[in-house]
């Protein structure tokens, strides 16, 4: 019954930026810790951000930091992720995730959305 819908992807250039969403339906929202994985051709899936449940805490890797901004509205089921000033590097698709604790490992996620494509071009 759990699912997760991302959107807000596309193509930009370099130093613009974008917004995702991911609405999710299943479980009471609120309840779980949520996160935003991306992966890039050849690469392995890699955290980018996460956020508890009450939108309290907020972590990112190092690359986004100070760019990227994770977000929640528990009351509309959703999280989102501001990407500003966004860079060819960021290409990949975007996930979004929610699980039971707060990591950084893909792996302990236990439920995924079907990605949307992130683009920066030069």
């Known amino acids: 019954q759990v699912q997760l819908v991302e959107s807000g992807g596309g193509l930009v250039q370099a130093g613009g930026s974008l917004r995702l969403s991911c609405a999710a339906s299943?479980?009471?929202?609120?309840?779980?810790?949520m996160g935003w994985f991306r992966q890039a051709p050849g690469k392995e899936r890699e955290f980018v951000a996460g956020?508890?449940?009450?939108?309290?805490?907020?972590r990112y890797t190092d690359s986004v930091q100070g760019r990227f901004t994770i977000s929640r509205i528990n009351a509309k089921n959703t999280v989102y992720l501001q990407m500003n000033s966004l860079e060819v590097e960021d290409t990949a698709v975007y996930f979004c995730?929610?699980?039971?604790?707060?990591?950084?490992?893909?792996?302990?996620?236990?439920?995924w959305g079907q990605g949307t494509q992130v683009t920066v071009s030069s």
């Open positions: 995730a929610r699980g039971v604790d707060f990591t950084y490992t893909p792996s302990e996620y236990r439920d």
């Open positions: 956020i508890s449940r009450d939108g309290g805490l907020q």
């Open positions: 299943g479980g009471t929202f609120s309840g779980y810790v």
